[in-house]
């Protein structure tokens, strides 16, 4: 879908002088909550054995399930759902350190935009969790306790097409090529006369 004019080459100095089409996934809205010192309950299908210790956790996951759009006028929309965190949590047991997957539940109730209503875009709500976490402990033999600094993102995305101007395609310069007759004079200093 690239419109090329005769002598859009990549020089820049030929201007801006070509178009195309570039797909990319937009973000519509979105919203933050930072929350400094909260301390989550989280839950695993995995036995933790009693006495063992924690170690560490970290987010690897997060998505909104379940989730409801209800629109508001003015092109707003409230989403109602839950928000799913998957952890990944280490604990000790005997000196050996074993890691489980834990999960933590919480529900949403956001207003954000969404694409038009007569728009053929499909859109999809993404979240984006991340923690530090100050200390933990074993509350269970399937439950973690945590406590932490969270910054936790939902947005509205898109796959889009965009038309951008540009110089046209990168043209890179020839490779050059090593003529070296030993191994040392494959990195050759600055002090190098040849």
Not at 129 to 142: C, E, F, H, K, P
């Amino acid at each position: 879908m690239a419109v090329i004019k005769a002598g859009c080459g990549g020089n820049f100095s030929d201007g801006l002088c070509c178009r195309m089409v570039i797909e990319v996934k937009r973000v519509f809205d979105g919203c933050a909550t930072a929350d400094e010192n909260v301390t989550l309950t989280l839950t695993t299908d995995v036995q933790i054995p009693q006495g063992a210790e924690f170690v560490s956790a970290r987010v690897i996951g997060s998505e909104l399930v379940g989730y409801t759009v209800t629109s508001c006028g003015n092109g707003f929309s409230r989403i109602v759902g839950e928000v799913v965190t998957t952890f990944a949590v280490t604990y000790s047991f005997g000196g050996v350190l074993t890691t489980v997957q834990a999960e933590q539940r919480e529900s949403r109730d956001v207003l954000l935009r969404l694409p038009f209503n007569d728009s053929a875009v499909m859109y999809s709500i993404e979240v984006q969790t991340n923690m530090r976490i100050g200390s933990g402990a074993i509350i269970g033999a399937n439950a973690v306790s945590i406590t932490g600094c969270r910054v936790q993102i939902i947005k509205v995305t898109a796959p889009v097409d965009i038309l951008v101007p540009t110089y046209g395609y990168c043209k890179y310069p020839p490779c050059a090529g090593l003529n070296c007759p030993g191994v040392g004079n494959i990195f050759p200093s600055f002090d190098d006369n040849e």
